[in-house]
């Protein structure tokens, strides 16, 4: 959704998506800068992407649940004078191509539609390079609802040249004027969805897009294993903590139930001391990472 400044809007928008309970959130023409901290505008359960301009226009931002395996791309230079924020995510063990985008009105730069849509340099076709299956969503401020002019006929070549089918049919801005369908979710794999709409929460000037994918999210579940770490263990000190230990104190429980509960925490106390107790998580089954997504050592890859 353009949101048109999310300062002064993100309770309304944590209150619909408390209704929708949405997977991943774009939101465009946010309208903030780096002097806004992220954790000003965090949603429970999500983790946050951004992408500034300058206060007082442009922006996105994305939120995708902590469900999902993502991670925000790195786009090439020549992108610059577009408003881009790409997430890659896992969706169902596959990788999915998120690619939001804002246009403001008043394009930045002249060749804006061959940055867009044409020749190997184009925005898309990094995309499609980049993951088999691409969704962009955003608001494009190309009216799809008039294909004779020129707006409306790059949208249509998107489909032609990349297979970029539009989602959304009806208008996404309607004034007492006009109605026009600026807001798009555009994919090269339709298939993969099995609804798709507009909805109108009345905290913009634009409605709310939405989609909804066959594929559901899941979270591998986790287990924790507990064990004491000798990284620093120096075993003739630890022995030597132990001979000096008060183990004569436990002559004086009544009985051999009291004895041992001494000698066990006396012993952890002074183990601890040498090896600490510590815990880690391990997904329950192996999470399907790629080399893309990796983070970390090879050797923890499993680790959460």
Not at 27 to 36: G, M, N, P, Q, R
Not at 89 to 99: E, G, S
Request: glycine share 4%; hydrophobic share 35%; net charge positive.
């Amino acid at each position: 959704m353009n949101i048109n400044s999310i300062q002064n809007k993100f309770d309304e928008v944590k209150i619909v998506n408390r209704e929708l309970k949405s997977h991943i959130i774009f939101l465009t023409e946010t309208k903030i800068d780096s002097s806004y901290p992220s954790s000003q505008f965090q949603l429970e359960g999500y983790l946050s992407y951004r992408k500034n301009r300058a206060k007082g226009g442009g922006g996105l931002m994305a939120y995708l649940s902590s469900k999902i395996i993502s991670q925000q791309m790195k786009l090439p230079k020549q992108y610059k004078l577009i408003e881009v924020l790409a997430i890659k995510a896992m969706i169902n063990n596959n990788d999915v191509l998120f690619v939001g985008i804002y246009r403001p009105p008043k394009v930045i730069g002249s060749n804006y539609y061959l940055k867009l849509e044409m020749g190997r340099n184009s925005l898309c076709m990094w995309a499609t390079m980049k993951c088999k299956t691409v969704i962009l969503t955003g608001d494009l401020n190309l009216d799809r609802l008039r294909p004779e002019s020129t707006e409306g006929q790059l949208l249509i070549n998107l489909k032609e040249v990349y297979g970029f089918e539009c989602l959304i049919t009806k208008p996404t801005r309607i004034t007492c004027t006009s109605a026009t369908l600026l807001d798009v979710i555009q994919t090269n794999k339709p298939d993969h969805f099995r609804a798709s709409g507009v909805f109108n929460p009345e905290i913009s000037d634009h409605n709310l897009i939405y989609g909804v994918m066959k594929d559901k999210v899941f979270q591998h579940q986790r287990k924790v294993r507990t064990f004491r770490s000798t990284k620093a263990l120096d075993t003739e000190k630890l022995n030597e903590d132990l001979k000096a230990a008060p183990w004569n104190v436990m002559d004086t429980c009544n009985t051999l139930e009291d004895k041992y509960e001494y000698w066990k925490s006396l012993f952890n106390s002074v183990a601890e001391e040498h090896m600490p107790t510590k815990k880690m998580r391990f997904q329950r089954e192996d999470v399907p990472y790629d080399s893309r997504m990796e983070k970390g050592n090879k050797d923890e890859e499993n680790i959460c």
